[in-house]
């Protein structure tokens, strides 16, 4: 079964003015977009456009509720195992990380006995779900900080600003100084990031050493950033620790548990497990609980979590983080789509027909589809660019 969808962009602060509408060949607007939210999760289910094909259900999650096994292929599904979503960022998003799935279950677990509602504002575990998730840039440019860096890095990074504080910010020298030593090597990470979101003896005065160096010295764009939009947060300091990545417009990066991030902006595909556990760190007004964040990092040095998709035939491309029961399939053009559960497909560019065994349906730009299981597998052909969300059995 095909069914179509839609929602409406949620406007966070964050978020880029018409951005979504524009990427999916809507009206102009001037309304804030940050996400299009597109699956069964609670906090924003989509709309079904019409509802007497669901037996009157008028979105996913009540669809789901009532009628399992035909929705998702499994009578025992209580929502859809993944969430797909249009994100558009005008300025940084919040400084975060996402649980392991035993955390999160322990988490909401322990909310829920102490009696936080859901929407509660310091709560921290919205649902009991881990929330790995891949983001593929379809602007011509997407930038993010992704996980922590080797200090020799950060070290270098330091250093430079120490050189331009020679020149201009003499005063800055000395919090400057105190940092490097602070980070030796790479086993100082985790206490100088716990120095730095605790607001440590020291922190705020490096917070406005870096602010007053970046504000004219060249290069250190995004601290630049920062500094303007989150003034006197520590964040600023700490996102020298971190990968700072651009993607090209089709890359992608893949944050698993314990990854911190924060993307600075542009327009991606996002897809996830359907959770929204967020434990922030900074560069929000939101609910930041550092103890719970400090919980969940994972401080090791890695390289940067780029995610290569598989490339099964020319135009076709699979994004499948290891780990993960989801994946996220681009179409250029025709090819084939094996499905082992439910799929959204959603249409950026040009049109695409989708067939499977029981009917088939047409894609334009901005049409997005919810496809029961029981499609089988689909036969796609078009052109322009096409991403569907489903799952890997």
């Known amino acids: 079964m095909f069914v179509a969808i839609t929602n409406t ?62 929705a998702t292929g499994d009578e025992d599904a209580a929502t859809l195992p993944f969430l797909l979503k249009v994100l558009a960022a005008r300025s940084p998003l919040s400084l975060q990380a996402h649980p392991t799935p035993e955390q999160a279950a322990a988490g909401f677990a322990r909310e829920d006995a102490a009696g936080i509602p859901i929407d509660a504002a310091h709560r921290n575990y919205k649902d009991p779900y881990a929330k790995p998730e891949l983001i593929l840039a379809v602007s011509e440019e997407f930038g993010a900080l992704c996980g922590f860096r080797p200090a020799a890095e950060s070290r270098r990074a330091i250093a430079r600003l120490l050189e331009l504080a020679e020149q201009s910010e003499p005063d800055a020298r000395g919090p400057l100084t105190d940092w490097l030593e602070r980070l030796s090597g790479d086993d100082s990470i985790q206490s100088v990031f716990e120095w730095l979101i605790s607001r440590g003896e020291g922190v705020d005065e490096l917070v406005a050493a870096v602010a007053r160096v970046v504000a004219t010295g060249p290069g250190f764009a995004t601290q630049r950033t920062i500094a303007e939009t989150y003034p006197g947060d520590p964040g600023l300091v700490i996102s020298l620790l971190l990968h700072e990545v651009t993607l090209a417009k089709g890359e992608a990066l893949f944050l698993p548990a314990g990854n911190i991030h924060a993307y600075l ?92 065994g029981l009917g088939s349906a047409m894609l334009s730009r901005g049409d997005v589809l919810y496809i029961t299981p029981d499609e089988g597998d689909l036969a796609v052909g078009g052109t322009g660019q096409l991403v569907v969300a489903t799952v890997v059995g």
């Open 265 to 356: 902006h542009g327009v991606g595909i996002e897809l996830m497990s359907s959770s929204d556990n967020v434990l922030r760190g900074g560069l929000t007004p939101k609910h930041v609980d550092v103890a719970e964040l400090l919980s969940v990092l994972d401080f090791r040095p890695l390289p940067a979590p780029y995610l290569v998709p598989e490339v099964p035939v020319p135009d076709v491309r699979v994004f499948h983080p290891e780990g993960t029961d989801f994946e996220l399939v681009e179409f250029e053009a025709s090819g084939l789509l094996p499905l082992d559960g439910p799929a959204i497909a959603l249409c950026l560019e040009g049109s695409f027909e989708l067939t499977g």
């Open 9 to 70: 962009p949620r406007d966070y602060a964050w978020g880029s003015s018409g951005a979504i509408s524009e990427l999916l060949g809507a009206p102009a607007t001037d309304a804030v977009e940050a996400e299009l939210w597109l699956g069964a999760h609670h906090g924003s289910p989509s709309r079904i456009l019409d509802p007497t094909a669901t037996d009157g259900a008028g979105d996913l999650a009540q669809w789901i509720a009532a009628d399992p096994a035909t």
